[in-house]
Structures are given as C-alpha cells and as structure tokens.
C-alpha cells in the first residue's frame, strides 16, 4: 500500500477512534443527567402529592368544624390528628425541597435574585459575594 494512503487511513482511524471515545463521553453525561432529572422529577412529584394530602386533610378539617357549628357531635381527637398529619407533611416537604436545593447546580444570588453557577464566588450581574 502507498505510504501516503497508509498514513491518510491512519489519521482516518485516529480520528475515529477519538470520535467513538467523545461519543462514548456525552452518552455517559448525557445518562447522568437523565438520571439527576428523573430523581429531581420524583422529588417534585412527591411533593405534589403531600401537598394534594395535605389539601384533603384542610378540607375534613373544614368539614368537621361546619358539623360542629351544625350541633353534630364530633370528636376533637380527630381535628388534632388531621392538624398533626398536616404538621407532618409540610416538614417532609422541608426536607425534600432542602434535598432538591441541594442538587441545583445554581444558587439564587441574595441581592439581586439571579441564578449563579455553584462555583461562583461573585454574582455576575451585580458583583454581590455568594
């Protein structure tokens, strides 16, 4: 084979291979990412779903003061432990948005209210110390 020729498939291969060993690079990303947003997604979703418990529990709770205001017979028991349960959910909540801001790769600057990179140790619109 030409030397040339042999040289040209060469630099051909070379570069194949690099090109495999990128793409090989962005799938790994690429299902890194997938898998941040799909746990970032539950997590939204479970907080949806306390929320929506959450506004069932306030609507029982309405339900049974109106019985109460009407002269039935209700037990108080049943007021708190729909309170407590509220308490409940809106603590797991903290916790998972406290999780959620922990795997934002931004923060919100405190002076101006723009997202900034993690890393950043200045606010670059306003300049403010993050």
Known sequence: MDPKVREI??????????AAEAAGKAA???SKKAGELLEVTKLNLQVFDLNTEIEIAFKEIGRNVYLTHTGADVDPQVIEEKISAIDEKYARIA?????????????????????????DIFCRICGTSL
């Open 9 to 18: 498939m060469e630099k051909v291969k070379a570069t194949a291979m690099t």
């Open 28 to 30: 790994d990303v690429a």
């Open 95 to 119: 916790e998972i948005k406290k999780d959620l801001a922990s795997k934002k790769r931004t923060v919100v600057c405190p002076n101006c209210g723009k997202e900034c990179e993690k890393d």
